[in-house]
C-alpha cells in the first residue's frame, strides 16, 4: 500500500507539471523533508558515475531528454537555448532582444540566475528517470524506484581534479538498463543536432552553426569534426593548480558578494579581483577552446555544461554557508540580456528570466532563489539542518580547509629549492598575482593570455598544454547586442602568481620577487584557432591590461579557520603591448 501511494504521488508530480500555462520550476521535492530541510545531495561526478541503479538512470535519462524533438519547449534543444541561441522566448517570457540568450554574465545575477536553470535540467531528468525505473522487471525495480526517488544531478569538481572525468571522453558506455547490460551510445560525449538548426535559428558564418554535433576543442571547421578530448584534458591539467588555488583564495578570503559573484565588478578604488565567474570563464574556454563550450550563445548544448554549473552552484552554495549575511547588491549590467536592458541597475529583486516560480508565471528574483533548500538539493560540504548558521558556517570551513587546503607542503623537485620542505601555497605569508581588464568591445577576437616564467615554447600549439604554463586566462567578448552599437565593456579576471613563485624562493618579498618577475614574466596572446595575436596589438588598442597585486597572509590557527589574508595591494602594472614596466 505504501510503494501505491508514493506512485501515486510521483505521478500526480509529473501530470501536474505538464499540464500547466507556465511551467514551474520547483526543483525535485521528493526526498526532502520539509520539517528537517534534510534532503539529498548533488554528488561529486567521480562518485556518482559509481552509483549503480542512479548512474544507469541517469544515463538513460540524458539520453531520452537528448533525443525529445526540438520544438518542444522541455526538450533538450530550447532547454540549452535558453542560454544563448536560438534567439527566441522561452516560456512566454518575452523581451525587447536588448542581447542574445537570458544568461546573466558580468552581472551581480550571474550565481543567482543559473540556481533556477540548472534547477529545471534536474527536474527534468528527474522525471525521465522515474518512468526508466518503472520499466525495469520486478527483480529489481524497487531498487530503481529508490534510486529515482532521490536522484539529483552530479557535480564535476575541477578545483580538485581539473582534468574532465573519463566518462566524458568515450563515445560509448555501458550501464544496465531493464533488459540487461548493454553499450549505448554516451550522451555525455556530445549533443548530436536532429534537425541541424536552421539559419534563424544559429547564425550562418559564426564558427559554429556548421558542425552537426558539438565539439570540444574541434580538430577542423568542417561539419563532422571530431573534438580533441586528450588535448582539452592536457590544458586543463596544466591549470590544475591555478584553479584549485583560485577557488580555494575566494572562498577563504571573499566575504563580500559583489565582488565574489562576477566579473563586472570594480570596486570604488578601480580594484578588481577574483570571481566565481573568473574560474567559471577559463574552464569554459579550456574545454572548449573554439568549440561549444567557449561561446556563450552555444555552451548549453555540450553536456558537460551542466555539470560544470552544478560545480559552480556548489561553490555559491560553499561561500553562502560561510558568510551567510552577503548577498546581492545594486550593480549596473553593461551587457543586458534578452529582457534586461544594458546599462541597466540590477538588483535582489531583478527578475530571472525566464524562469517562473509557479504556473501563474512569477519569476523568480535573487530573493526567491537564494537557497538550495528552496529547490531540493544540498551538496556534501553544505550539511545545514540541525546546526545554527555560526556552526554551519565553521563545519564548511573545516570541509573545505581538507578538500583544498590540508596541512602539509608542495614539491620542490626539479627547481633550485629541491629537497627543501616549503610551505603550503594557500598558506604562504606573502602572495602574488596578476589582475587582468579586458575591455570586450576591442578584442578583435575570443583569445587565452598564457603566462609563464621562462619562454614558452616555440609552437603556439603547445602554449596552453606546457608543463612551465602559470596559468590561462580567457578573454571572450559577447555577440553584439541587438539595435545598439557596441561600447567599452569591461570584464576582469585574476591569475595566481604564488605557486609558481614558491619553487624559487625562501621568502616572497619584494625585493626578491619584483626584480625576478620583471626579468623572467612572459605572457602569449593565442586565439582558439591556436594562431598567435601579438600583445603589441592588444596593448597599444587598450584592450588589454595587466597589474600585479598582492598581499599579506596569516596562518591560519585550527582546521576549522582560513588564514588571514589581507588587502590586495597594487605593486607594479604592466603595459601589455610594450612590455613595459613601472607604478601608473
Request: glycine residues 6%; neutral net charge.
Amino acid at each position: 500500500m505504501a510503494k501505491r501511494s508514493i506512485l501515486v504521488a510521483l505521478l500526480a508530480f509529473l501530470f501536474i507539471q505538464t499540464t500547466t500555462a507556465a511551467y514551474a520550476i520547483t526543483g525535485v521535492q521528493v526526498g526532502v523533508n520539509h520539517q528537517t530541510q534534510e534532503r539529498p545531495f548533488r554528488q561529486d561526478f567521480n562518485k556518482f558515475q559509481n552509483a549503480g541503479p542512479a548512474w544507469d538512470l541517469y544515463v538513460q535519462a540524458l539520453m531520452q531528454f537528448q533525443k525529445e524533438g526540438q520544438s518542444g519547449l522541455l526538450s533538450f534543444y530550447q532547454v540549452a537555448g535558453i542560454h544563448g541561441y536560438p534567439d527566441i522566448p522561452w516560456d512566454g517570457a518575452n523581451g525587447p532582444d536588448y542581447s542574445v540568450g537570458y544568461c546573466t554574465h558580468a552581472s551581480i545575477l550571474f550565481p543567482t540566475w543559473h540556481r533556477p536553470y540548472i534547477a529545471l535540467y534536474e527536474q527534468i531528468l528527474w522525471n525521465y528517470a522515474q518512468k526508466i525505473a518503472l520499466t525495469y522487471p520486478a527483480s529489481n525495480q524497487a531498487q530503481y524506484v529508490a534510486a529515482a526517488k532521490t536522484f539529483r544531478i552530479p557535480y564535476w569538481d575541477w578545483a580538485k581534479n581539473s582534468t574532465m572525468p573519463t566518462k566524458f571522453l568515450m563515445k560509448t558506455t555501458k550501464i544496465n538498463t531493464p533488459t540487461g547490460r548493454i553499450s549505448v551510445q554516451n550522451p555525455f560525449y556530445n549533443y548530436t543536432f536532429h534537425p541541424h538548426p536552421s539559419a534563424a535559428d544559429f547564425p550562418p558564418g559564426d564558427g559554429l552553426s556548421q558542425f552537426l554535433s558539438t565539439v570540444r576543442y574541434p580538430n577542423s571547421q568542417s561539419p563532422n569534426a571530431q573534438s580533441q578530448n586528450e588535448l582539452v584534458n592536457k590544458q586543463l591539467k596544466a591549470n590544475q593548480q591555478s584553479l584549485h588555488d583560485l577557488t580555494y583564495q575566494l572562498l577563504a578570503s571573499q566575504p563580500n558578494y559583489a565582488p565574489f559573484s562576477n566579473t563586472g565588478y570594480t570596486d570604488k578604488n578601480g580594484n578588481t579581483y577574483n570571481s566565481l565567474e573568473n574560474m567559471h570563464n577559463i574552464v569554459h574556454s579550456l574545454v572548449g577552446n573554439g568549440g561549444h563550450m567557449s561561446y556563450v550563445p552555444y555552451a548549453a548544448f555540450d553536456p558537460i555544461f551542466w555539470l560544470h554549473h552544478s560545480n559552480v552552484d556548489r561553490l555559491f552554495a560553499i561561500w553562502q554557508a560561510i558568510y551567510p549575511n552577503s548577498f546581492t547588491s545594486p550593480q549596473v549590467d553593461e551587457f543586458g540580456t534578452f529582457t534586461n536592458r544594458p546599462g541597466a541597475i540590477e538588483d535582489v529583486n531583478t527578475p530571472l528570466t525566464p524562469f517562473h516560480r509557479d504556473t501563474k508565471g512569477t519569476f523568480y528574483t535573487s530573493a526567491s532563489a537564494r537557497k538550495t533548500f528552496t529547490f531540493g538539493y544540498t551538496y556534501p560540504e553544505v550539511v545545514d539542518w540541525g546546526v545554527s548558521a555560526a556552526q554551519l558556517s565553521k563545519n564548511v570551513r573545516n570541509a573545505i580547509n581538507k578538500l583544498y587546503n590540508p596541512k602539509g607542503t608542495i614539491s620542490t623537485r626539479g627547481t633550485e629549492l629541491e629537497g627543501r620542505a616549503v610551505v603550503n601555497i594557500n598558506d604562504a605569508e606573502y602572495q602574488w598575482a596578476i589582475n587582468i581588464r579586458s575591455d570586450t568591445s576591442k578584442i578583435p577576437s575570443s583569445l587565452f593570455l598564457h603566462f609563464y616564467l621562462t619562454c614558452p615554447p616555440p609552437s603556439p600549439a603547445d602554449w596552453s598544454s606546457s608543463p612551465d604554463l602559470i596559468a590561462s586566462l580567457s578573454v571572450v567578448p559577447r555577440p553584439p547586442t541587438n539595435n545598439r552599437t557596441r561600447t567599452s565593456t569591461f570584464i576582469n579576471g585574476q591569475l595566481p602568481l604564488t605557486h609558481a613563485l614558491l619553487p624559487h624562493f625562501d621568502n616572497l618579498n619584494h625585493t626578491n620577487v619584483l626584480p625576478f618577475l620583471q626579468k623572467n614574466l612572459q605572457w602569449r596572446a593565442q586565439k582558439f584557432d591556436d594562431s598567435e595575436v601579438t600583445n603589441t596589438t592588444l596593448g597599444d588598442s587598450g584592450a588589454v591590461g595587466l597589474r600585479i597585486v598582492g598581499r599579506m597572509v596569516g596562518g591560519r590557527a585550527d582546521d576549522d579557520e582560513f588564514p588571514n589574508y589581507g588587502e590586495w595591494v597594487r605593486e607594479v602594472d604592466v603595459m601589455l603591448g610594450k612590455g613595459e614596466w613601472g607604478l601608473l
